[in-house]
């Protein structure tokens, strides 16, 4: 959800459609001071229970440091209509979940809850790709070619009439131009949501200064611990006073810390490895420790729409490359025996290593990795696997610990998992895990370890915070069972009988000791709940935009949900219209060359800040967007938007 904003629409760029009339039959006045006094009272009531000393507030309140007179607390005249700022209908005591309505949504009905758990009494299925009709291919190809061209005549005749305008892409006083006509051709339109408007055919903007609340659908926030207030901000807000804000130097140098230690360990038990080591950047968790992995005489055999911090990384290995088609089993075995068979180029001697590597969950796709077979393959083939959980870990599972979770594979079935803390953590960085001694060498040889900077105290604190927080913490010096106990060389796919020999619950002494999480957050209840309130709502949208007759990408698990608009001139009108309803939505649209020529998109991101009644809000958005640009060419059994609203879970558990 969006941080709260004042709301005050800019008077220049008027809605296209019509705006809607006030929230229920309660007056705003009884919303606003129904909403307030149910925070207090949850609030009172959690602060003095048991008596307890404990010095954070809880799990999702207002945070100690918001005073009476914060900006966010405050009531706005104009914002007491708003159904982002308020529930539509007021939660009482019991129900409510204390925080600020736009950070985390209020959603006290358990029948918005599911399970993100594969079933194993139905096959891994291939993805199936839509196609479009030909008229909108034909269509796609002939805008693109358009674009094109006009783009490049006013280039042409701009740099000859007007050069005042093109400075940029002109030799200028001996200096030769930074980028090239083409290179800069896709990089010279932004999209910005701050009120703003234009005197100029849009080639100036003038801001009003104001700002408008809008339904984020575009974040990776994807189990909403990216809130500035709760158990976690407020353990953050001590990390400060503590550690300040930065180590001031590099891991293999002065810039560790105890809680660097802490967090790597917790990490390894969270993941189910033996070891782990963390960076402060995510992209560079793959481009700088790949090429410690792989070199010269190694193979990388890597999906075609692996992201580009692998790409990156590998070229830097020089190691050899190999690509397969995207999920594609049969092309990964078809390349294997070709590799494994012919040797290296020229000399035809056994590679060093094969490394196969693949993600998790594909951030533009949308889809799941087949492990299963990826995993049977490895016991066949004999090759290493490395698998980016970057946006997969703690969005998929039962227990949010990614495709292991999702597919109930032992992750030490795995050579190396990598992932990052800057979608569902809401954090920064990444981390590596793996066997110890693979681990220990790559503190030493990658580039991370003596060249960047280490992870903050704040942003550790919040790794900590929100990865124990789904863990659940206890007391017990004794930590609890775990299946998990394999050697890498007995590594073999067996599927777990039970949820209970997953890595089990983090011991309070991982966690630094003046580290107090509410219990809320330490008994892990808030954390499943937050995990199953995502499934719900990933499956909700996906399978909702499915019904209403769309093409979309993706599984039915993801939290990212692509919506395909193929024509690149209706990006730009999607995007606009979604933003310009009476409560504006904030999406994300993505077209060549981050994806296929004629696949543009817009790629949803759910979170389980969401609740039930922000999705039908998506859903009806599109579908009346939708309708205008005509993007409903999906095949199949089509329902009404209140019909699609009205059987939500019933859409939802059918899948």
Partial sequence: MPSPMALNPPSRSPSIFKKKKSLGQLSSMATAASYLSAVHQADTRARSHDNSSVSSTPALSLSSSVTASSEDTVLNEDDENNCLAYPLTPPTSEQVFTTVHTEFGHCANEAYRCVSQHDYAK???????????????????????????????????????????????????????????????????????????????????????????????????????????????????????????????????????????SAEALVARFVGMEDALISSMGFATNSTFIPALVGKGSLVISDEFNHASIRVGVRHSNAQVRMFKHNDMSSLESLLREVISQGQPKTHRPWKKILVIVEGLYSMEGTLVNLPRIVELKQKYKFLLFVDEAHSIGALGPHGRGVTDFFNIPPRSIDVLMGTFTKSFGAAGGYIAGPKILIDTLRLRGHSGPYAEAMT???????????????????????????????????IVTLRDSADELPGMAPQSMLPTWMTLHPALADGSEARMRIRRLAFNSRYLHQGLKKLGFITYGHPFSPIVPLLIFNPGKMSMFSRMMRS??????????????????????????????????????????????????LKHGVGERWGIDEVCKRAVELVHSV
Avoid: W
């Avoid at 550790?460 to 017990?476: D, P």
């Avoid at 296929?596 to 039908?616: G, M, N, Q, W, Y």
């Fill in 123 to 261: 096959p891994v299925q291939e993805h199936i790709i839509e196609e479009p009709p030909y008229y909108i291919l034909l269509t796609t190809y002939i805008s693109y070619l358009i674009l094109l061209c006009f783009g490049h005549m006013r280039d042409f005749f701009g740099k000859r009439f007007t050069k005042s305008y093109f400075t940029h892409l002109m030799p200028h006083d001996g200096y030769a131009p930074l980028n090239s006509d083409f290179d800069s051709f896709y990089t010279r339109r932004t999209i910005v949501i701050l009120d703003r408007y234009s005197t100029d055919n849009n080639h100036t903007q003038i801001f009003t200064g104001s700002k408008t609340r809008a339904l984020n659908i575009s974040s990776y926030n994807y189990l909403g611990f990216a809130q500035a207030r709760g158990g976690c901000a407020d353990a953050v807000e001590e990390s400060i006073r503590r550690y300040g804000v930065s180590t001031c130097g590099t891991r293999l140098e002065s810039g560790s810390s105890e809680l660097h230690v």
């Fill in 457 to 491: 105290p704040p942003v550790l604190t919040q790794v900590v915070s929100s990865m124990a927080s789904i863990m659940g913490v206890t007391s017990s010096s004794q930590s609890t069972k775990s299946a998990l106990t394999l050697s890498p060389a007995s590594s």
């Fill in 581 to 630: 309803r009476s409560t504006p939505i904030v999406v994300v649209v993505v077209a060549y060359p981050a994806t296929p020529l004629v696949t543009s998109r817009v790629r949803f991101c759910v979170s389980a800040a969401h609740t039930k009644e922000d999705i039908d809000m998506v859903l009806r958005a599109c579908d009346e967007v939708g309708g205008i640009l005509d």
